[in-house]
């Protein structure tokens, strides 16, 4: 089975300034990417994915991603955050040989303050 | 209206009780999936079922069991449920047609509180 490890459960950050949110997860085979947002009281939507090609994904809401193989990581940018970008990101994973199972981090929480 | 539709959105229940949540999506995919979130857990996999006739255990199944009544509707229940039980549960859907993408469509939750 997949492991994703989200190393900060939360981040605090001003508005305007830069964040980075990590992801690391194990895998001796090849997997998709993604990460999903959760406003408060709702569902997880879609931010971006990784499936092939460029490393450099770029997703909704000015935030970007880049798939590392060699460490595993596929880290969540944005270079200036805004007020109603607070909300939790959740990195998931799946199999490229077994699509339809997926494996998510345990979230992490960004907390942008005025 | 949402594409994936949770009822009840809310549930507060007594230990013991038999407690049915329910799923119906109008995307038309044909794969559906019962997570729990737990604060600082993320989202484990209770049931997955990937047509109507394919009912498969996720990570977490034991205390749970669930239903395909057709390929728009999938309800999971808890025949006798416990206070550790509590959570927030999520169904989302994905479609196998069209090839990989993998993007899984989320309901907004049903959270149950179970004393």
């Known amino acids: 089975a997949q492991s994703v490890t989200q190393l900060d459960s939360q981040v605090p950050v001003f508005e305007e300034a830069p964040v980075e949110l990590r992801c690391n997860y194990s895998?001796?085979?090849?997997?998709?990417l993604f990460w999903y947002v959760q406003y408060p009281n709702q569902g997880l939507q879609l931010l971006l994915k990784?499936?092939?090609?460029?490393?450099l994904v770029k997703g909704i809401n000015g935030f970007e991603a880049e798939f590392n193989k060699s460490q595993t990581s596929f880290h969540l940018r944005k270079p200036s955050v805004h007020i109603s970008d607070t909300a939790e990101y959740f990195c998931?994973?799946?199999?490229?040989?077994?699509?339809?199972?997926?494996?998510f981090g345990s979230g992490t929480k960004l907390n942008v303050k005025p | 209206d949402a594409d994936v539709t949770q009822t009840p959105r809310n549930r507060i229940t007594k230990t013991g009780k038999r407690i049915m949540l329910e799923c119906s999506q109008t995307?038309?995919?044909?794969?559906m999936y019962w997570y729990r979130q737990d604060p600082g857990l993320g989202l484990q996999l209770i049931y997955y079922?990937?047509?109507?006739?394919?009912?498969n255990k996720g990570e977490i199944s034991d205390g749970y069991s669930v239903s395909r009544q057709a390929q728009a509707k999938f309800s999971l229940s808890l025949e006798s449920a416990i206070p550790n039980q509590t959570a927030l549960y999520f169904c989302?859907?994905?479609?196998?047609?069209?090839?990989?993408?993998?993007?899984?469509?989320f309901g907004e939750g049903s959270r149950l509180t179970v004393l």
């Open positions: 989302a859907t994905s479609d196998s047609s069209g090839g990989v993408t993998g993007e899984l469509f």
């Open positions: 990784y499936l092939s090609g460029s490393t």
């Open positions: 998931a994973v799946s199999e490229k040989n077994n699509f339809n199972k997926f494996y």
């Open positions: 995307k038309g995919h044909d794969r």
């Open positions: 079922s990937f047509d109507v006739k394919d009912i």
């Open positions: 895998s001796s085979v090849s997997v998709y």
